[in-house]
């Protein structure tokens, strides 16, 4: 197989992957196609059926949605992931992940090549290829919707349908969405279609991992979230007892308590990568669950001036995600030391979820720098009163100076 054209694709089933698994077919190559299970609603099963029908090779199912969770997720919500302060990543943190799982395979089977079908315009292309290239740097990369003879061919669905109808693939027996969704175990974002007018309301029938916030149970639900080293061990939900250690439970439980709490929907207009503003819409119900309670326990337990360290590395973590560069030494670095900064970042947060909103009601840790004797207006503690003058008047020095500086320039 090694000396023949042989290409991993990756496969969804759906019509635009299809007619390219046959196109490929048309070009000379075997097709393997490739599928990661990342937690989307998916039928695996008639997919292979499906890539087999129209003539790939092999179908091949990688179950990653632990190594997703514990790998991706888990340093996401070290870094307090959110890529310009509003969008945590749930897309961007997948494809790697998928990434990695598609150059495995591509090296069991001998392919000297990788497609997959995302547009000419997004993100996903970056994220696809990069890792490709960063995983086996040998590996050739087809992209069909950035070649010509094939974007000129198909320059729309009714030229997709048509092919379909000539080449036997089987057409979507009900209708398009009026937008294009990609799902995960962390979340499922919309765009495109009439999403692409950013003054259009997404309709709430739109969502499907979270119930809308007025729609959500008029009773709270709480939950104690602990951590070590900066990850998640155990979540508990005081009201029924319920409890979860194990990673890709816990976190599939903090979906399912957040869905239905209305919790994790942001409608935004971000850059993407290659330069253009998009607009987007998510649903990310336990990631927005763990980052509020992660972000509180390290407030209480990390030094103030290592903090401000962390946090910068936070925003470069957050953007080499979303820009593909998982597996760049910049990204392995900032990761690495994100990771040291949470040694001592533990300790138990509780939460109340309820209509949407994720409130911090206490936290606690044997390693806090919160020193209730030294904070209290009861008690003085450490503290001498008398020092906060002479601290005041050495940080007024520099205003004082420049308003009597400005004065004598203006008068």
């Known amino acids: ?141 087809i992209s069909p919707w950035r070649l010509p003879e094939f974007y000129n061919r198909f320059m729309g669905r009714n030229d997709l349908f048509e ?19 990609d799902a995960n175990l962390m979340h499922i974002s919309y765009e495109s279609g009439i999403l692409e007018d950013p003054n259009t309301h997404a309709p709430d029938d739109m969502f499907q991992m979270t119930v809308s916030p007025e729609k959500a149970p008029d009773t709270p639900t709480i939950l104690e979230i602990e951590f070590k080293q900066g990850l998640p061990v155990r979540v508990l939900n005081k009201g029924d007892g319920t409890e979860k250690t194990e990673p890709l439970d816990l976190f599939l439980y903090c979906n399912d308590i957040g869905g239905k709490n209305g919790v994790g929907r942001i409608d935004i207009v971000e850059n993407r990568f290659i330069g253009m503003k998009s607009r987007g819409v998510y649903e990310t119900p336990g990631g927005t669950i763990l980052l509020a309670a992660h972000l509180e326990i390290e407030v209480f337990t990390l030094d103030r001036e290592v903090r401000k360290i962390k946090r910068e590395l936070d925003v470069k973590f957050s953007e080499q995600v979303y820009r593909g560069h998982w597996f760049s030494p910049e990204c392995e670095f900032t990761r690495t030391c994100i990771a040291n900064s949470q040694q001592f970042v533990e300790g138990v947060v509780t939460l109340k979820v309820y209509k949407g909103g994720v409130t911090v ?51």
């Open 163 to 181: 092919y379909a109808k000539v080449n036997g693939i089987p057409l979507p027996v009900t209708p398009k969405s009026p937008w294009s969704m």
């Open 361 to 411: 009601l206490g936290r606690s840790s044997k390693y806090s720098l919160y020193n209730e004797n030294l904070v209290s207006m009861n008690v003085q503690g450490d503290y001498e009163p008398l020092d906060a003058g002479g601290f005041i008047k050495i940080n007024a020095l520099r205003l004082r100076e420049y308003r009597r500086l400005r004065e004598t320039t203006n008068s």
């Open 1 to 141: 197989m090694s000396e023949q054209k042989t290409v991993v694709l990756a496969y969804s089933g759906g019509l635009d992957t299809s007619c390219i698994l046959v196109w490929l077919k048309e070009q000379g190559y075997n097709v393997v196609a490739f599928c990661a299970n990342v937690g989307q609603e998916e039928d695996f099963e008639a997919a292979k059926k499906k890539a087999l029908s129209l003539g790939a090779i092999k179908m091949v199912v990688s179950d990653v949605r632990r190594e997703f969770v514990e790998e991706f997720i888990w340093p996401s919500i070290m870094a307090n992931g959110l890529y310009e302060d509003r969008y945590p990543n749930g897309t961007a943190l997948a494809r790697p992940c998928i990434a990695r799982a598609m150059i495995e395979v591509a090296k069991e089977e001998g392919a000297q090549f990788v497609a997959h079908g995302a547009t000419g315009k997004g993100n996903d292309q970056i994220r696809f290829e990069l890792g490709a290239y960063a995983l086996h740097p040998t590996i050739q990369v």
